[in-house]
């Protein structure tokens, strides 16, 4: 045999064989006889897949594509394979597909969503075959597949035990993002307590939401509620969801504050969500003890005599701040006038008469005493006023003519 017997070129090869007699003088006799050696085909071709994403649109390089699906579909046909294997007989140019092992691939093919089938009709030879999603999928449990494709010839069922020629694609399926989670704060409230007295634009703290959706869909932008007053008092770093104060915050104006931080995805349509922010404003002892009383703070008393220690009347004095901040004490001046004064003052800022004998015929009839007021804060915050005694004249003296 001389040469490549090859099926697809010729099914059957007629040989003539001649046989001639070799006598030197007279012309050779001769004899022939034909006879047809019928070919049979091996399995000598593999299958050319051609991959199409619909039946009717141009083939894709499924080496460099990715096939793409969106994820929350129902079960459907992601991609077209149009098999065809050029071995001439049926039995050995019937391809089949399915989805295999691939040694590069971690996924199991019998977990991976997807299913191969053959659609009933044939064009020609080629055999046209479907990938189809076999379940609906979401891009934030699995992202991306790797779907190695076999298929193979003889693809009869009988035929799978012996040697076959195959062709095998590894084919990724893309999920794409459809914007199905709204952000969702890593609290449901926050509640936080601080200082007053805040620098303009102090950063006060942070809240943070996730969103696991891909891209602009899970892309968070941070804003607070649009009360005016609260924004006149905050501000949020969209992109970070830090939380500055615009203004200095002041306890004794507003001690709790609430608003809402609001967390809205860049989807189309968008999805938001909020949390609820509690701040409690500490204090801290930036208030001075003030007296209330008509200035000048003046008692009067007729002349005469009384007991020690009557109480005159109490200051009226005011400190706004909190607890040991707002609370207050007051003492008199020390010098040489407010220990000859007829009157003192209490801690708890009683003025009372120090003097028993009041008499204004004896200059002055007005006394004054400084005093202090003093809180407890710490540091501590205080302030001066003074306090008056008038004595009242009553006419107690005879007339002398
Ligand atoms: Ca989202
Ligand atoms: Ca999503
Ligand atoms: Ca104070
Ligand atoms: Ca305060």
Request: glycine share 4%.
């Amino acid at each position: 045999m001389n040469g490549i017997i090859d099926y697809e070129r010729a099914q059957k090869i007629t040989v003539t064989i001649i046989a001639k007699d070799s006598t030197l003088n007279n012309l050779p006799k001769s004899a022939s006889t034909t006879f047809n050696i019928d070919i049979f085909d091996q399995d000598d071709h593999s299958p050319e897949i051609i991959f199409k994403l619909s039946l009717s649109s141009q083939p894709i390089d499924i080496s460099k594509n990715s096939v793409k699906i969106e994820e929350n579909q129902t079960p459907q046909t992601v991609l077209f394979l149009f098999v065809s294997d050029n071995d001439l007989s049926e039995r050995y140019s019937d391809a089949n597909c399915k989805i295999a092992e691939h040694p590069e691939s971690n996924d199991n093919p019998n977990q991976l969503p997807f299913s191969i089938s053959r659609r009933n009709i044939n064009l020609g030879k080629t055999r046209i075959f479907q990938l189809n999603s076999s379940r609906t999928l979401d891009r934030e449990s699995h992202s991306s597949y790797m779907g190695p494709v076999i298929c193979y010839s003889p693809g009869s069922p009988s035929d799978q035990q012996t040697q076959y020629k195959s062709t095998s694609y590894r084919i990724r399926v893309d999920v794409l993002d459809v914007n199905d989670w709204e952000p969702k704060f890593e609290q449901i409230k926050y509640f936080k307590e601080i200082e007053e007295g805040n620098k303009e634009g102090a950063l006060m703290f942070q809240v943070k939401a996730f969103d696991p959706d891909a891209g602009d869909n899970g892309t968070i932008h941070y804003s607070l509620n649009d009360d005016p007053v609260i924004q006149s008092y905050f501000s949020i770093d969209s992109k970070t969801g830090v939380i500055s104060a615009k203004v200095k915050l002041d306890r004794e104006t507003q001690e709790n504050i609430t608003f809402f931080a609001i967390a809205k995805d860049g989807g189309n349509p968008p999805k938001q969500a909020k949390a609820n922010v509690s701040i409690i404003l500490l204090d801290i002892n930036d208030e001075i003890p003030q007296v209330l009383d008509e200035q000048p703070v003046i008692f009067y008393k007729k002349e005469g005599k009384y007991s020690t220690n009557e109480i005159l009347g109490t200051l009226n004095i005011t400190d706004k701040d909190k607890d040991m901040n707002g609370k207050f004490e007051c003492w008199h001046v020390p010098n040489s006038d407010t220990w000859n004064s007829p009157i003192d003052i209490l801690p708890n800022c009683s003025v009372i008469l120090k003097a028993v004998d009041l008499d204004n015929e004896r200059p002055p009839s007005l006394f004054s005493l400084p005093v202090n007021i003093k809180d407890f804060g710490s540091p501590s915050l205080q302030s001066q006023s003074i306090v008056n005694l008038y004595i009242v004249d009553v006419n107690d003296n005879r007339c002398d003519f």
